[in-house]
C-alpha cells in the first residue's frame, strides 16, 4: 500500500517530465518595420492609411516545449508613428480644391502624426527548428502606448472657400489635439523564423493592433463616441541568445 502511495505521488511528475521539455532560453536583440495605421472615430472620418516607422528593443524568454509546440515570452519597447491621414472628396468622390485654385493642383489634405512609445507583452507559441533551421509562429497578447508627441500636416484653411462642398462635415479632429495619453489594447501577430546556433535568429513577422483606449473623450458630452487606434505592422527581427539551454536533443 505504502509503494502504491509513493508511485501515485510521483505519477504526475513523469508525466510532466515526459510531456513538458523545459527551456531556459533568453535572447535579445532589435527590430524595426513599417506600420498602416487608422483611427476608427464615431461620427465617421473618411480615411486613407497612414503610413509610419517603428522599432526598437526586442527580449524573448523561451521557458518549454510542450508537444511540439515551443512556448516563450516576447516583450519589446519600441518607437512608433501612428495618426490617421484623411481622404477629403465631395459627394462625387472627387478632391476638393479651394475657389482661387483654378488649375485644381492642390487638392486638400489632412494628416496628423502621433508618436507613441509602445510595449507589447506576447505569449508566443512556435513550431519547427529551434536552433537551425525554420520555425513558424504565432504571438498575441496586450500592448501599452505612451504619447510622445503629434504633428499636423495639411493645406487647409479655416473659413476658405471651396469649389465643391467636402462629402464628411466631421471636421471637429483637425483642430483637437490628442486627449488620452496612455494607449492600451491587443497586438498579435504570426510569421517566421531562422535560426543558426553561429549566428542567431532572423524574423519576418505580420502583425495586427487593435486599440482599447481613444485618443479622445467618449463621455456623452464628448464629441466622439470613439477614436481607438487599428495597426497593420510588418517588421522584421533580429535576436541572439544570452542564456541557452544545455541539450544535444534540441534541434
Given at each position: 500500500?505504502?509503494?502504491?502511495?509513493?508511485?501515485?505521488?510521483?505519477?504526475?511528475?513523469?508525466?510532466?517530465?515526459?510531456?513538458?521539455?523545459?527551456?531556459?532560453?533568453?535572447?535579445?536583440?532589435?527590430?524595426?518595420?513599417?506600420?498602416?495605421?487608422?483611427?476608427?472615430?464615431?461620427?465617421?472620418?473618411?480615411?486613407?492609411?497612414m503610413g509610419g516607422l517603428t522599432g526598437g528593443l526586442s527580449l524573448r524568454y523561451t521557458c518549454e516545449?510542450?508537444?511540439?509546440?515551443?512556448?516563450?515570452?516576447?516583450?519589446?519597447?519600441?518607437?512608433?508613428?501612428?495618426?490617421?491621414?484623411?481622404?477629403?472628396?465631395?459627394?462625387?468622390?472627387?478632391?476638393?480644391?479651394?475657389?482661387?485654385?483654378?488649375?485644381?493642383?492642390?487638392?486638400?489634405?489632412?494628416?496628423?502624426?502621433?508618436?507613441?512609445?509602445?510595449?507589447?507583452?506576447?505569449?508566443?507559441?512556435?513550431?519547427?527548428?529551434?536552433?537551425?533551421?525554420?520555425?513558424?509562429?504565432?504571438?498575441?497578447?496586450?500592448?501599452?502606448?505612451?504619447?510622445?508627441?503629434?504633428?499636423?500636416?495639411?493645406?487647409?484653411?479655416?473659413?476658405?472657400?471651396?469649389?465643391?462642398?467636402?462629402?464628411?462635415?466631421?471636421?471637429?479632429?483637425?483642430?483637437?489635439?490628442?486627449?488620452?495619453?496612455?494607449?492600451?489594447?491587443?497586438?498579435?501577430?504570426?510569421?517566421?523564423?531562422?535560426?543558426?546556433?553561429?549566428?542567431?535568429?532572423?524574423?519576418?513577422?505580420?502583425?495586427?493592433?487593435?486599440?482599447?483606449?481613444?485618443?479622445?473623450?467618449?463621455?456623452?458630452?464628448d464629441y466622439f463616441g470613439k477614436s481607438n487606434h487599428g495597426t497593420i505592422v510588418i517588421k522584421m527581427s533580429y535576436?541572439?541568445?544570452?542564456?541557452?539551454?544545455?541539450?544535444?536533443?534540441?534541434?
Amino acid at each position: 500500500m505504502r509503494k502504491l502511495l509513493i508511485l501515485l505521488m510521483l505519477a504526475p511528475l513523469a508525466l510532466k517530465a515526459q510531456v513538458g521539455e523545459y527551456r531556459t532560453d533568453f535572447a535579445v536583440g532589435v527590430n524595426g518595420g513599417y506600420m498602416m495605421n487608422k483611427i476608427s472615430f464615431q461620427p465617421d472620418v473618411p480615411q486613407n492609411m497612414m503610413g509610419g516607422l517603428t522599432g526598437g528593443l526586442s527580449l524573448r524568454y523561451t521557458c518549454e516545449k510542450y508537444f511540439k509546440s515551443i512556448c516563450a515570452i516576447v516583450a519589446e519597447v519600441n518607437y512608433a508613428q501612428m495618426g490617421w491621414k484623411e481622404n477629403i472628396e465631395d459627394i462625387s468622390n472627387q478632391p476638393v480644391y479651394y475657389v482661387d485654385d483654378t488649375e485644381k493642383q492642390n487638392p486638400l489634405y489632412y494628416e496628423r502624426r502621433i508618436n507613441y512609445i509602445q510595449i507589447p507583452v506576447m505569449a508566443r507559441l512556435g513550431w519547427g527548428r529551434e536552433r537551425r533551421g525554420f520555425q513558424a509562429f504565432f504571438q498575441i497578447g496586450p500592448q501599452v502606448g505612451i504619447y510622445m508627441n503629434e504633428s499636423t500636416n495639411t493645406n487647409i484653411v479655416p473659413g476658405h472657400g471651396t469649389q465643391t462642398a467636402r462629402s464628411s462635415v466631421v471636421v471637429a479632429q483637425e483642430t483637437m489635439p490628442v486627449e488620452k495619453k496612455f494607449d492600451y489594447g491587443i497586438a498579435g501577430g504570426a510569421g517566421i523564423e531562422f535560426s543558426h546556433p553561429k549566428v542567431g535568429h532572423f524574423l519576418l513577422e505580420g502583425r495586427y493592433y487593435f486599440g482599447l483606449g481613444n485618443i479622445y473623450g467618449n463621455t456623452k458630452q464628448d464629441y466622439f463616441g470613439k477614436s481607438n487606434h487599428g495597426t497593420i505592422v510588418i517588421k522584421m527581427s533580429y535576436l541572439f541568445d544570452i542564456v541557452r539551454t544545455k541539450n544535444d536533443k534540441i534541434k
